[in-house]
């Protein structure tokens, strides 16, 4: 059982959509480091992403590169 009731999931390919739909809402707050956009970042082999999930509810995207 999880206290806080976030789980954290590795990112699949499978949730492209979902995850460019939740950063393109207007209150979501997302920073760059590099001049690349989030699409890219996610076809990037090199980058590990997480989701974070509340309730079956997408909460968060974290993505970092290696």
């Known amino acids: 059982m999880n206290p806080i009731g976030v789980s954290i999931v ?3 390919p499978t949730q492209y959509r979902m995850v460019l739909q939740f ?3 207007q ?3 997302h920073h ?3 001049w ?4 890219e970042w ?8 997480v989701l974070a999930y509340r309730h079956k509810e997408l909460m968060g995207v ?3 590169s290696a």
């Open 42 to 49: 996610l076809r990037d082999e090199y980058h590990r992403t």
């Open 10 to 12: 590795p990112y699949t």
């Open 27 to 29: 209150f979501r707050t």
């Open 36 to 39: 690349r956009q989030i699409n």
């Open 23 to 25: 950063c393109a809402q």
């Open 32 to 34: 760059h480091l590099d």
């Open 62 to 64: 974290l993505s970092v």
